[in-house]
């Protein structure tokens, strides 16, 4: 299996994590949408990353889209989103906040790196920035510190996406989620040193 894609992108990251959860061997290519334009669009025609090659040749895009297939051959009888239900839908609104975050994150800063000065309408940026900051208050209101993880006593596609989103928002935009999120940071800092996060880290 091949992961095409860097690990500072939190779609590649959100993968490259589950892979390791679910303990399945792969390699990686590190290919960005922008550095590496060519190689990229040669595997997904819409030039993002992640793909996943599978072992039979098939290339598989989207994180989304990924991960439901990894769920699907590797998460047995636990899935990190669950197969139907109440847990299920918990589980994919966190996703789908988190996931919209880094979308919104990724506007605001493909508006500043790949806008002509006279053109960046700081307005929007700001705007977007607001989103993230708000989807992410929205995860610390159900951080409960005493439990290990956001939902159901183990890890699931909540905490992966949370982490990744915070990074991005720590990282990516000088959100200062140690104050803004104390809670939530607290999660990701603990989550931070499990295998599958800390094996997955990019180099800074
Ligand atoms: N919805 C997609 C988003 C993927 C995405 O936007 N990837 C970024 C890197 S973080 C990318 O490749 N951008 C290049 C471009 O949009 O041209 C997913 O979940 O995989």
Not at 2 to 11: A, D, E, H, M, Q
Not at 167 to 174: N, P, V
Request: aromatic share 4%; net charge neutral; proline share 7%.
């Amino acid at each position: 299996m091949l992961l095409i894609g860097v690990n500072r992108s939190p779609y590649t990251r959100r993968v490259a994590i589950t892979l390791k959860a679910y303990d399945v061997p792969f390699e990686q290519r590190d290919l960005s949408g922008f550095a590496n334009r060519a190689e990229v669009r040669a595997r997904n025609p819409l030039g993002r990353i992640p793909a996943l090659v599978l072992d039979d040749g098939e290339t598989l895009i989207d994180s989304g889209a990924i991960i439901d297939h990894l769920d699907e051959a590797h998460g047995r009888n636990r899935p990190l989103t669950p197969a139907s239900g109440t847990d299920r839908r918990a589980v994919l609104r966190i996703a789908a906040l988190m996931m919209g975050a880094c979308d919104k994150g990724l506007q605001a800063a493909y508006m500043r790196n790949h806008t002509p000065a006279e053109k960046i309408h700081q307005p929007w940026i700001d705007d977007c920035n607001a989103q993230v900051t708000n989807a992410l208050a929205a995860v610390e209101a159900l951080v409960d510190p005493a439990r290990p993880y956001l939902l159901l006593g183990r890890l699931t596609q909540a905490d992966i996406t949370a982490f990744v989103a915070e990074r991005l928002a720590r990282l990516g935009l000088g959100i200062d989620t140690e104050a803004g999120m104390p809670r939530l940071r607290a999660l990701t800092r603990k989550l931070a040193v499990e295998f599958p996060f800390s094996s997955t880290e990019p180099p800074t």
